[in-house]
Protein backbone atom coordinates (compact mmCIF):
# COMPACT_ATOMS: atom_id res chain seq x y z
CA UNK A 1 0.00 0.00 0.00
CA UNK A 2 1.34 3.40 -0.65
CA UNK A 3 0.53 6.47 1.70
CA UNK A 4 0.91 9.80 0.71
CA UNK A 5 1.22 13.05 2.49
CA UNK A 6 3.14 11.10 5.54
CA UNK A 7 6.77 11.25 6.48
CA UNK A 8 8.50 8.57 6.69
CA UNK A 9 9.47 8.51 10.29
CA UNK A 10 13.23 6.85 10.99
CA UNK A 11 13.45 3.73 13.45
CA UNK A 12 13.40 3.56 17.11
CA UNK A 13 17.28 2.57 16.77
CA UNK A 14 18.51 4.94 14.46
CA UNK A 15 20.79 8.04 15.61
CA UNK A 16 18.58 10.80 15.18
CA UNK A 17 20.65 14.11 15.82
CA UNK A 18 19.43 16.36 18.03
CA UNK A 19 19.02 20.24 18.06
CA UNK A 20 21.86 21.84 19.97
CA UNK A 21 19.79 23.26 22.67
CA UNK A 22 18.37 20.30 23.30
CA UNK A 23 18.63 18.66 26.94
CA UNK A 24 20.28 15.42 27.60
CA UNK A 25 18.29 12.72 29.35
CA UNK A 26 19.68 12.05 32.18
CA UNK A 27 20.66 8.36 31.88
CA UNK A 28 22.64 9.71 28.77
CA UNK A 29 24.59 11.99 31.25
CA UNK A 30 25.16 9.55 33.93
CA UNK A 31 26.45 7.33 31.51
CA UNK A 32 28.85 9.58 30.28
CA UNK A 33 29.98 10.49 33.88
CA UNK A 34 30.54 6.94 34.55
CA UNK A 35 32.63 6.53 31.18
CA UNK A 36 36.11 4.92 32.86
CA UNK A 37 37.83 7.81 30.39
CA UNK A 38 35.91 10.33 31.83
CA UNK A 39 36.30 9.07 35.52
CA UNK A 40 40.16 9.09 35.07
CA UNK A 41 40.45 12.77 33.46
CA UNK A 42 38.10 13.69 36.54
CA UNK A 43 40.49 12.24 38.73
CA UNK A 44 42.91 13.83 36.96
CA UNK A 45 41.64 17.38 36.73
CA UNK A 46 41.26 16.98 40.77
CA UNK A 47 38.74 19.91 42.36
CA UNK A 48 35.66 21.33 39.79
CA UNK A 49 36.26 19.08 37.02
CA UNK A 50 33.64 19.72 34.64
CA UNK A 51 35.39 23.17 34.49
CA UNK A 52 38.40 21.67 32.72
CA UNK A 53 38.89 21.79 29.02
CA UNK A 54 40.39 18.70 29.16
CA UNK A 55 37.85 16.99 30.76
CA UNK A 56 34.87 18.44 28.85
CA UNK A 57 37.06 17.16 25.61
CA UNK A 58 36.90 13.45 27.36
CA UNK A 59 32.94 13.66 27.66
CA UNK A 60 32.65 14.89 24.24
CA UNK A 61 34.58 12.42 23.11
CA UNK A 62 32.55 9.49 24.89
CA UNK A 63 29.62 11.41 23.31
CA UNK A 64 30.19 10.94 20.27
CA UNK A 65 31.26 7.18 20.05
CA UNK A 66 28.65 6.44 22.65
CA UNK A 67 25.59 8.88 21.64
CA UNK A 68 26.17 10.45 18.22
CA UNK A 69 22.66 11.88 18.07
CA UNK A 70 23.32 13.55 21.63
CA UNK A 71 26.87 14.93 20.56
CA UNK A 72 25.77 18.52 19.32
CA UNK A 73 23.58 18.61 22.32
CA UNK A 74 26.44 17.70 24.43
CA UNK A 75 28.70 20.35 23.14
CA UNK A 76 25.96 22.95 24.26
CA UNK A 77 25.56 21.69 27.72
CA UNK A 78 28.86 20.45 29.09
CA UNK A 79 29.95 23.56 29.46
CA UNK A 80 26.30 24.25 31.43
CA UNK A 81 27.38 21.25 34.17
CA UNK A 82 30.38 22.65 35.20
CA UNK A 83 27.74 25.55 36.95
CA UNK A 84 25.31 22.60 37.96
CA UNK A 85 25.52 21.63 41.25
CA UNK A 86 23.57 18.49 40.74
CA UNK A 87 25.60 17.16 38.37
CA UNK A 88 28.96 18.48 39.69
CA UNK A 89 27.62 16.31 43.18
CA UNK A 90 27.45 13.02 40.39
CA UNK A 91 30.60 13.57 38.93
CA UNK A 92 32.31 13.76 42.21
CA UNK A 93 30.81 10.96 42.87
CA UNK A 94 31.79 8.82 39.71
CA UNK A 95 35.25 10.08 40.44
CA UNK A 96 35.33 9.60 43.84
CA UNK A 97 34.49 5.72 44.06
CA UNK A 98 37.27 4.79 42.38
CA UNK A 99 39.54 6.69 44.03
CA UNK A 100 37.49 4.86 46.94
CA UNK A 101 38.45 1.37 46.14
CA UNK A 102 42.44 2.12 45.38
CA UNK A 103 42.12 3.85 48.96
CA UNK A 104 40.99 0.50 50.54
CA UNK A 105 43.08 -1.31 48.66
CA UNK A 106 46.11 0.85 49.42
CA UNK A 107 44.71 0.61 53.77
CA UNK A 108 45.73 -2.71 53.44
CA UNK A 109 48.93 -2.85 52.04
CA UNK A 110 49.47 -0.23 54.88
CA UNK A 111 47.83 -2.44 57.30
CA UNK A 112 50.44 -5.52 56.14
CA UNK A 113 53.90 -2.94 55.79
CA UNK A 114 52.94 -1.55 59.22
CA UNK A 115 53.24 -5.59 60.56
CA UNK A 116 56.72 -4.90 59.89
CA UNK A 117 58.94 -7.75 57.89
CA UNK A 118 55.64 -10.65 58.57
CA UNK A 119 53.83 -8.41 57.29
CA UNK A 120 55.96 -7.66 54.20
CA UNK A 121 56.60 -11.65 53.15
CA UNK A 122 52.95 -11.60 53.00
CA UNK A 123 52.89 -8.96 50.35
CA UNK A 124 55.43 -10.87 48.69
CA UNK A 125 53.74 -14.04 48.62
CA UNK A 126 50.07 -12.29 47.84
CA UNK A 127 52.30 -10.82 45.13
CA UNK A 128 54.06 -13.79 43.69
CA UNK A 129 50.99 -16.41 43.66
CA UNK A 130 48.90 -13.00 41.61
CA UNK A 131 51.97 -13.28 39.81
CA UNK A 132 51.78 -17.59 39.10
CA UNK A 133 47.97 -17.01 38.62
CA UNK A 134 48.27 -14.36 35.82
CA UNK A 135 51.05 -16.18 33.85
CA UNK A 136 48.79 -19.15 34.51
CA UNK A 137 46.01 -17.66 32.30
CA UNK A 138 48.40 -16.24 29.68
CA UNK A 139 49.82 -19.98 29.23
CA UNK A 140 46.36 -21.43 28.81
CA UNK A 141 45.64 -18.98 25.90
CA UNK A 142 47.48 -20.92 23.59
CA UNK A 143 46.52 -18.73 20.44
CA UNK A 144 48.79 -15.87 22.31
CA UNK A 145 51.94 -18.32 20.43
CA UNK A 146 50.91 -17.10 17.06
CA UNK A 147 49.88 -13.16 18.14
CA UNK A 148 52.04 -12.29 21.55
CA UNK A 149 54.97 -14.96 21.22
CA UNK A 150 57.49 -13.27 23.63
CA UNK A 151 54.52 -12.29 25.94
CA UNK A 152 53.72 -15.81 26.34
CA UNK A 153 57.36 -16.80 26.55
CA UNK A 154 57.72 -14.08 29.30
CA UNK A 155 54.38 -15.79 31.28
CA UNK A 156 56.44 -19.08 31.03
CA UNK A 157 59.34 -17.12 32.70
CA UNK A 158 56.97 -15.78 35.15
CA UNK A 159 55.63 -18.47 36.15
CA UNK A 160 58.97 -20.14 37.48
CA UNK A 161 59.92 -16.96 38.66
CA UNK A 162 56.73 -16.49 40.68
CA UNK A 163 56.93 -19.78 42.44
CA UNK A 164 60.58 -20.02 43.06
CA UNK A 165 60.25 -16.30 45.22
CA UNK A 166 57.38 -17.55 46.27
CA UNK A 167 59.10 -20.84 48.42
CA UNK A 168 61.23 -18.11 49.91
CA UNK A 169 58.02 -16.15 51.60
CA UNK A 170 56.92 -19.58 53.86
CA UNK A 171 58.34 -21.41 56.54
CA UNK A 172 60.65 -23.82 56.24
CA UNK A 173 57.83 -26.28 57.81
CA UNK A 174 55.10 -25.48 55.83
CA UNK A 175 57.44 -26.05 52.59
CA UNK A 176 58.44 -29.37 54.15
CA UNK A 177 54.92 -30.44 55.20
CA UNK A 178 53.37 -29.91 52.07
CA UNK A 179 56.19 -32.01 50.31
CA UNK A 180 55.59 -34.62 52.53
CA UNK A 181 51.75 -34.47 51.50
CA UNK A 182 52.41 -34.22 48.34
CA UNK A 183 55.59 -35.65 47.40
CA UNK A 184 56.61 -33.23 44.91
CA UNK A 185 60.62 -31.98 45.68
CA UNK A 186 59.47 -28.86 46.78
CA UNK A 187 62.40 -28.26 49.37
CA UNK A 188 64.65 -30.13 47.87
CA UNK A 189 63.95 -27.47 44.83
CA UNK A 190 64.41 -24.45 47.21
CA UNK A 191 67.78 -26.07 47.89
CA UNK A 192 69.13 -25.97 44.47
CA UNK A 193 67.95 -22.44 44.64
CA UNK A 194 69.71 -21.69 47.70
CA UNK A 195 72.86 -23.53 45.90
CA UNK A 196 73.17 -22.36 42.42
CA UNK A 197 70.77 -18.38 42.73
CA UNK A 198 72.15 -17.76 46.37
CA UNK A 199 70.88 -13.91 45.83
CA UNK A 200 67.25 -15.23 46.54
CA UNK A 201 68.04 -16.20 50.26
CA UNK A 202 69.03 -12.30 50.85
CA UNK A 203 66.34 -9.59 51.02
CA UNK A 204 68.36 -7.41 49.31
CA UNK A 205 68.80 -9.61 46.11
CA UNK A 206 65.07 -10.82 46.76
CA UNK A 207 63.90 -7.32 46.67
CA UNK A 208 65.88 -6.91 43.37
CA UNK A 209 64.20 -9.83 42.04
CA UNK A 210 60.80 -8.58 42.37
CA UNK A 211 61.56 -5.77 40.69
CA UNK A 212 62.73 -7.58 37.70
CA UNK A 213 59.75 -9.30 38.23
CA UNK A 214 57.93 -6.19 37.93
CA UNK A 215 59.40 -4.45 35.05
CA UNK A 216 58.48 -8.20 32.83
CA UNK A 217 55.16 -7.36 33.31
CA UNK A 218 55.36 -3.42 32.84
CA UNK A 219 56.77 -4.33 29.45
CA UNK A 220 53.68 -5.53 28.50
CA UNK A 221 51.19 -2.87 30.59
CA UNK A 222 49.29 -0.22 29.04
CA UNK A 223 46.00 1.61 30.06
CA UNK A 224 43.48 -0.56 28.74
CA UNK A 225 46.08 -3.99 29.92
CA UNK A 226 45.48 -3.04 33.53
CA UNK A 227 46.44 -6.74 35.29
CA UNK A 228 49.94 -6.10 33.39
CA UNK A 229 50.12 -2.82 35.14
CA UNK A 230 48.96 -3.39 38.44
CA UNK A 231 50.86 -6.41 38.61
CA UNK A 232 54.18 -4.95 37.46
CA UNK A 233 53.97 -2.22 39.48
CA UNK A 234 52.72 -4.22 42.52
CA UNK A 235 55.87 -6.55 42.24
CA UNK A 236 58.29 -3.29 41.92
CA UNK A 237 56.63 -1.91 44.93
CA UNK A 238 56.75 -5.21 46.96
CA UNK A 239 61.08 -5.46 45.88
CA UNK A 240 61.52 -1.66 46.78
CA UNK A 241 60.10 -2.78 49.93
CA UNK A 242 62.46 -5.44 50.30
CA UNK A 243 65.13 -3.20 49.09
CA UNK A 244 64.85 -0.75 51.94
CA UNK A 245 64.49 -3.30 55.07
CA UNK A 246 68.36 -4.51 53.66
CA UNK A 247 69.33 -1.13 53.86
CA UNK A 248 67.69 -0.62 57.33
CA UNK A 249 65.01 1.18 56.72
CA UNK A 250 61.73 -0.69 59.26
CA UNK A 251 58.71 -1.21 57.33
CA UNK A 252 57.14 0.73 59.49
CA UNK A 253 58.77 4.01 58.75
CA UNK A 254 57.74 3.72 55.41
CA UNK A 255 54.53 2.96 56.49
CA UNK A 256 54.42 5.87 58.38
CA UNK A 257 55.87 8.16 55.54
CA UNK A 258 53.60 7.39 53.30
CA UNK A 259 50.37 8.02 55.51
CA UNK A 260 52.16 11.32 56.14
CA UNK A 261 51.83 11.49 52.17
CA UNK A 262 48.59 10.65 52.25
CA UNK A 263 47.33 13.06 54.34
CA UNK A 264 49.13 15.50 53.13
CA UNK A 265 47.26 15.01 49.26
CA UNK A 266 43.82 14.90 51.36
CA UNK A 267 44.49 18.38 52.90
CA UNK A 268 45.43 19.94 49.49
CA UNK A 269 42.46 18.45 47.83
CA UNK A 270 40.16 19.79 50.86
CA UNK A 271 41.68 23.04 50.68
CA UNK A 272 40.80 23.04 47.07
CA UNK A 273 37.82 21.72 47.46
Known sequence: MFSFGKKKTPAVDEAVPLPANAQLPADVTEHLLKDPKVRQSMQVAG??????????????????????????????????????????????????KALEYAGNAGELVMKQIEQGPAGVRVLAFIASAASAGWAVLSLIDIFRVLGHTVLYVVAGYQLIFSLSTALFELKPEWIQMVEDKTTLPISRYQDLLLENAKFLSWVGGRGMFYIFQGTLWLAFASFTDLINLALGLFLAFVGVLHVLMHCGVAPTDVATKMREGYRGLAGSSSDAA
Open 47 to 96: ANALADPAVQAQILAACKENFPQYAAAAKDQVGKWARDPAVQAKAKEMAG
